[in-house]
């Protein structure tokens, strides 16, 4: 329960960061493009890092977030960062995500990132994400073929995958579910492609899994500067993080087909209209 330490400890570590700072223009692009107004985020936790700040971006560009989550202690943690950055959010305690708590078409953006795994009945989150929105649904999930993926369940974190259920990382299953309630996609493709792999745990922590036992490169990725944080960004701290940060996106950038970029992209999505 890694998300816990998260709640008051905001170093992230780069890897986090940057996958914020992608996903951050990516949906700032589509809520322009598409004039979203009105969003649900469900669940709020997927990523790594701290819980419940996904869509910021959006929120601070004058949006209005709702935010779901099924757990009450999360939550509470998440109210709490969201007053430290002094912006307005709804967020709802819910107990399953088989049957949202809202309306019919309620909201220009249903989305969520990395969180189907972990759910007991994913296919009826997906159902209730198109059910309540009237423009868009977006999903990301953890991409499969990707070198640090599949190093992270054959060797360093094998007991991990035994806690979820992978099914919902094949993006075909997803789209065949929004397909039966109605989903028209306009978009598919591959996020977070920085140059280096996706183990979803601090580079000195791979090392250790590893058996690679070397000062220098421990304290490379542990020492003095390797603090990485996205609030830190959020609350003005350090202003030029995010310049900082993306000067590793060029292969995010590079004008190539996702498809080819899927053999080392970190998430792999696909946006909907509904209706």
């Not at 905001?10 to 589509?30: A, C, H, K, S, T």
């Not at 299953?173 to 140059?195: A, R």
Request: glycine share 6%; with cysteine.
């Amino acid at each position: 329960m890694t998300w816990n330490k998260y709640l008051t400890d905001y170093n992230e570590g780069l890897g986090v960061v940057y996958e914020r700072f992608i996903l951050n223009d990516y949906l700032l692009g589509v809520a322009d493009k598409y004039n979203i107004q009105t969003v649900l985020e469900a669940p709020l936790y997927g990523m790594a890092g701290v819980s419940g700040i996904n869509s910021y971006c959006l929120a601070k560009s004058g949006r209005n977030i709702t935010l779901i989550d099924d757990n009450a202690e999360r939550l509470k943690g998440v109210q709490q960062i969201w007053a430290e950055l002094d912006t307005s959010v709804n967020v709802i305690y819910h107990a399953d995500y088989v049957n949202l708590p809202f309306d019919d078409n309620t909201f220009d953006l249903a989305w969520e990132w990395a969180g189907l795994w972990y759910l007991p009945d994913a296919k009826s989150l997906l159902q209730e994400l198109a059910r309540v929105s009237r423009k868009l649904v977006f999903i990301a999930m953890p991409n499969n073929w990707q070198v640090g993926y599949l190093l992270r369940k054959y060797v360093i974190d094998q007991q991990f995958f035994q806690t979820i259920d992978e099914r919902w990382v094949n993006m075909s299953l997803i789209k065949n579910v929004l397909q039966s309630e109605g989903v028209t996609f306009v978009d598919e493709g591959v996020l977070d492609v920085p140059p280096w792999p996706d183990t979803v745990m601090p580079a000195a922590e791979v090392l250790k899994r590893l058996g690679i036992r070397s000062k220098a490169l421990n304290e490379r990725f542990t020492g003095e500067g390797w603090q990485w944080s996205t609030m830190a960004y959020y609350l003005n701290e350090q202003p030029s993080l995010h310049e900082e940060v993306m000067k590793y996106a060029w292969l995010d950038h590079a004008p190539l087909p996702w498809q080819i970029k899927l053999v080392w992209a970190h998430h792999h999505y696909v946006l909907g209209t509904v209706g």
